[in-house]
């Protein structure tokens, strides 16, 4: 498979949450379990971004363990004989799905899985216990959190922080904590060298010496006792790294853009660096609510604009920067790509834009614990399109 027809990008998620953007990739893999309790994988086949993005179909609704290599060759075996090469913007799998139909692919998947899995000699038994160990949970320890609920319910803005930045851990005693790299201003994802140190010593101190990277441009401490968030949100505020805003509206997913990609078309990074201080200076972030702003500076989508409850998609009109939005995205287990508002606006225009757009949510929604997902959802694009449009044309002709 040195020469598929184009790239092929695989994914994985192991959360009944997806965290991946699974369907939104060649291969999409989620970890599932049968009636029986026997671990498995939904298979999803087709996804992608991109200048043409879709939403990757199921092929498989449990594929035993087992049986993963031999089945990912079978849709590998089948895209490299179908996928084209005439023509690169139509050589994904994606494109070969949609043109062979879901119903061929699968059968020509089952088919060749059929005939690899007999010359399947079994998983390398030693590989994977050389993964287990390296990836072996840590020793857990058993102490008293009252210190934490004292604190949290004591300190405001350690409260504030631990509502946006923590996630229930399997262990009660333990939180999973999201180092937000989203200060409002900054450039999204960006860490100074000081800064990683300082992450890198907290793992170690507080974090069982693990940390990860996520593909929403954070850092995840997953296994801190709550006993130790105290110090730990501490000397991250220290650190310049104590934001509270994950999942929030100045947690934006931006690509470099411009200022660093030769493929880009448009800026990405002053964009959310300016409805990040805009909103900031508005005092209405917590008021919205969860939101996913994704940002891409050409249409490769390297930002996931398709997958953004609000995308922005930067592209070059005749020399000038010109934003396109798009509405209802969304990249986890109910993926969906956003729909498109209509004309573009100017790199002047975006944020005011974007502000029309989430005040009319705020107006639309029927209580303070609606989304702006599920408000769209419920009401769909024509009445953000009324206050995107109309709204503009009352202003000019002001």
Avoid at 246 to 273: E, H, K, N
């Amino acid at each position: 498979f040195q020469f598929l027809p184009r790239k092929f990008k695989i994914a994985i998620t192991g959360s009944p949450n997806d965290r991946a953007v699974t369907k939104a990739h060649d291969i999409g893999l989620r970890m599932v379990r049968n009636p029986g309790g026997e671990p498995g994988f939904e298979v999803m086949v087709g996804g992608g971004l991109g200048r043409t993005p879709m939403i990757g179909m199921t092929v498989r609704d449990f594929l035993p363990e087992a049986d993963l290599l031999p089945y990912v060759e079978a849709v590998l075996s089948v895209y490299n004989v179908l996928g084209r090469r005439d023509n690169k913007y139509k050589a994904r799998i994606k494109i070969t799905l949609h043109e062979t139909g879901k119903d061929e692919i699968t059968r020509m998947i089952e088919e060749e899985f059929l005939r690899l899995r007999p010359q399947f000699g079994g998983n390398d038994q030693k590989l994977l216990d050389d993964i287990r160990e390296a990836f072996a949970p840590p020793a857990f320890r058993n102490a008293p959190i009252e210190a934490y609920d004292a604190f949290y319910t004591a300190d405001p803005v350690f409260r504030a922080w631990a509502d946006t930045n923590l996630t229930q851990h399997r262990n009660d005693q333990y939180a999973i904590v999201t180092v937000s790299l989203k200060a409002p201003g900054e450039t999204p994802g960006d860490a100074t060298s000081a800064q990683m140190r300082v992450i890198a010593d907290l793992a170690e101190t507080y974090g069982h010496s693990d940390l990860r990277i996520s593909h929403e441009q954070n850092v995840i401490l997953p296994h801190v006792h709550k006993s130790d968030l105290p110090a730990l949100h501490a000397a991250l505020v220290q650190a310049g790294l104590g934001t509270a805003n994950v999942g929030l509206l100045s947690d934006i997913i931006a690509c470099p853009g411009m200022d660093y990609c030769a493929l880009a078309t448009a800026r990405s990074i002053p964009v959310a660096q300016e409805l990040a201080t805009h909103f900031e200076a508005l005092k209405l972030e917590h008021e919205i609510g969860p939101l996913k702003i994704k940002i891409s500076g050409c249409i490769n989508a390297c930002g996931h604009h398709h997958v953004g409850h609000i995308g922005i998609l930067g592209l070059d009109r005749a020399g000038v920067e010109n934003y396109q939005i798009t509405l209802g995205g969304d990249g986890t287990e109910d993926a969906v790509i956003g729909e498109k508002t209509g004309p573009g606006f100017a790199y002047t225009e975006i944020v005011p834009a974007i502000e029309r757009i989430l005040r009319a949510y705020l107006g639309l929604r029927t209580e303070a614990s609606e989304t702006f997902l599920q408000a769209f959802k419920r009401v769909g694009m024509e009445p953000f399109k009324l206050a995107l449009y109309e709204s503009e044309g009352a202003q000019d002709a002001a």
